[in-house]
């Protein structure tokens, strides 16, 4: 018997970061780790080492500040401020002058001791325990990788373009290589380490640049080979299969640079079913970026706008008037459609702890959203201050996030008229009847939105975590991916009760997590009876087509069969065969 190639064909499951489709060809960027060798300099010879670093860092600023500027023309405002900070850490002068005091002294190469002095420094930040601090040393090396490429000549190499559709796999990318990579026409990335939240992912997301992470699978994928990156649903293919990549090409050409064509092409928004019920169908936004003018255009509401960008680019909580000019830029820009802003949804696993976060082992169940904010009350009465500010166009919604009780409620909802008495005196205006809703994302929520509808005016069911919550599995977790399931009968229900409670009290509720924008499951939602939904963008062109063929009778029918069931073998079943029907 003969023998046969194994098949080299690998699918990888790692964590969607940023969304999109890429079909291409890897490039390997090796671990950022810095080795420059040793050289004594004779005394004559030092004036010129001190030079070259001054020199080496002066090109480094330069640099920095150009890819500001670009970030500034294409991606976003508060991602200029990113970079920002990379140019006090490359124009720090005070540790540039120990640097050149130490080439007099000890008379060796600049590189070397630049080198040896920046490990100095960033060394215990890579060991901290703290998530803020392991990034700053990542940055703090992508700087110094910049400044020794200058030193050594190789500056110019940075400036060379990738190959169409080059996707860059490597251990983790510093928010200037994020950029810098972008500008080159790298057209994704496949990263070891980073989250959804790091200055990476955010300048990824502004830019519409697909991310996956893959934890330590990343040096598992080798140099110039065939993949497939899906930064959508967070899958990874190497070697993939010509069946794999004419399916992907197909999914590809709905997404990306053709968004602004396959929205601009939708004849009616809202869409609606095939037996005339209106679908509106939103978008959640992480921060200011290209999508924002294509969404605005066609008048696609925003049914989650998520502030966390504001802390996050400088890791400190902006003043009332910064945040005031981003909500009513914000506001101003889909002054045609509403939005709805959710105050900050921060714990330890985004901000930088020390003064007021403590370190949690597991800060998804610990001190985040409504929890922090009703302690920190003066920052969340700031934010709602800016928010109601910015509120005058009457387009404006707050949405608080994880709430788990009525008295997170009570408290914030009395903060809110607090602040609205403060503006009435100050006589400044807002809106006065600006609608508060509460994330629906907690077991507990949704167990009692019976008793929290009456607060609130809207509901907006966060399946993310409420499936992580339900399920007690990490929605980062790459081991337990499977038992991640927004379709599991338990998550439904709890989604069902919510709903049901939603209608009995007559306000509004919509579906914000990821599972909004998944095609086979929205006849069973709109069955459910919801008819709001929101999601990536990429996804709204496939949604919107979809609502046209469903009818919504017939996703009741079906749903009622689901939910009579409940087991997660027969919802798969029955909405692969309500797909197929309408594929006839």
């Known amino acids: 018997m003969g023998t046969t190639m194994p098949d080299r064909r690998r699918i990888i499951k790692g964590i969607a970061v940023s969304s999109g489709i890429v079909v291409g060809r890897t490039h390997l960027v090796l671990p950022g780790d810095i080795s420059v060798a040793e050289v004594v300099v004779p005394a004559n010879e030092v004036p010129r080492e001190i030079a070259a670093l001054k020199k080496a860092v002066d090109d480094t600023v330069g640099d920095l500040r150009r890819l500001r500027s670009s970030a500034g023309k294409n991606a976003s405002g508060p991602v200029t401020k990113i970079f920002d900070a990379l140019l006090l850490i490359a124009d720090d002068q005070d540790f540039v002058g120990k640097v050149v005091d130490e080439i007099s002294t000890r008379r060796r190469n600049a590189g070397f001791v630049y080198n040896a002095m920046v490990q100095q420094v960033t060394d215990p930040l890579k060991t901290s325990k703290d998530q803020y601090m392991r990034q700053m040393a990542g940055e703090v090396d992508a700087v110094a990788r910049r400044v020794l490429s200058h030193l050594s000549g190789f500056g110019q190499v940075s400036k060379l373009k990738f190959p169409s559709n080059t996707v860059l796999v490597g251990k983790s990318f510093a928010p200037g290589e994020t950029l810098g990579y972008r500008n080159r026409k790298a057209a994704g990335l496949v990263v070891g380490e980073g989250g959804r939240n790091s200055h990476m992912a955010l300048i990824a997301r502004s830019v519409m640049m697909p991310v996956v992470v893959v934890d330590e699978n990343w040096a598992q994928i080798p140099h110039d080979c065939p993949i497939i990156i899906d930064g959508t649903a967070g899958c990874v293919i190497v070697h993939p299969s010509d069946n794999d990549i004419a399916d992907y090409q197909s999914k590809s050409k709905k997404v990306g640079l053709a968004l602004a064509t396959r929205i601009k092409s939708l004849t009616r928004i809202p869409p609606c079913t095939s037996d005339g019920v209106d679908i509106t169908v939103m978008a959640n936004l992480e921060l200011p970026g290209p999508a924002d003018d294509i969404l605005s255009s066609q008048r696609i509401p925003v049914g989650l706008y998520r502030t966390e960008f504001l802390y996050l680019e400088s890791d400190q909580f902006p003043d009332e008037d910064q945040q005031y000019e981003q909500y009513l830029q914000i506001a101003e820009k889909f002054e045609d459609t509403t939005v709805i802003l959710r105050t900050f949804d921060l714990g330890a696993d985004k901000v930088r702890t020390g003064d007021f976060v403590p370190h949690e082992d597991n800060p998804a169940l610990g001190w985040r959203g409504i929890r922090m904010m009703l302690e920190m009350d003066a920052v969340f009465r700031t934010q709602i201050r800016a928010m109601l500010r910015a509120s005058v166009h009457k387009n404006l919604r707050i949405l608080l996030p994880m709430i788990s009780d009525l008295t997170e409620v009570d408290k914030a909802r009395k903060m809110i008229t607090q602040v609205m008495a403060e503006l009435r005196q100050s006589k400044k205006p807002f809106d006065p009847d600006i609608q508060v809703g509460v994330m629906i994302e907690v077991p507990a929520a949704a167990l009692m939105a019976d008793q929290l509808a009456p607060k609130v005016d809207f509901f907006s069911i966060g399946t993310n975590d409420l ?118």
């Open 467 to 584: 499936t992580q919550y339900t399920m007690s599995v990490d929605r980062n977790s790459t081991r337990a991916l499977d038992l991640y399931n927004p379709l599991h009968p338990a998550v439904l229900t709890l989604m069902k009760i919510t709903i049901d409670a939603a209608h009995l009290h007559k306000i509004p509720v919509s579906i914000c997590g990821e599972i909004a924008g998944d095609p086979a499951a929205l006849p069973l939602f709109i069955g459910m009876g919801v008819r709001e939904f929101s999601m990536g963008p990429a996804k709204i062109f496939d949604i919107c087509r979809l609502v046209n063929r469903i009818d919504s009778r017939e996703a009741l029918s079906m749903t009622n069969s689901i939910m009579a069931g409940l087991s997660t073998a027969s919802v798969k079943r029955k909405l692969e065969s309500f797909a197929a029907a309408l594929e006839k």
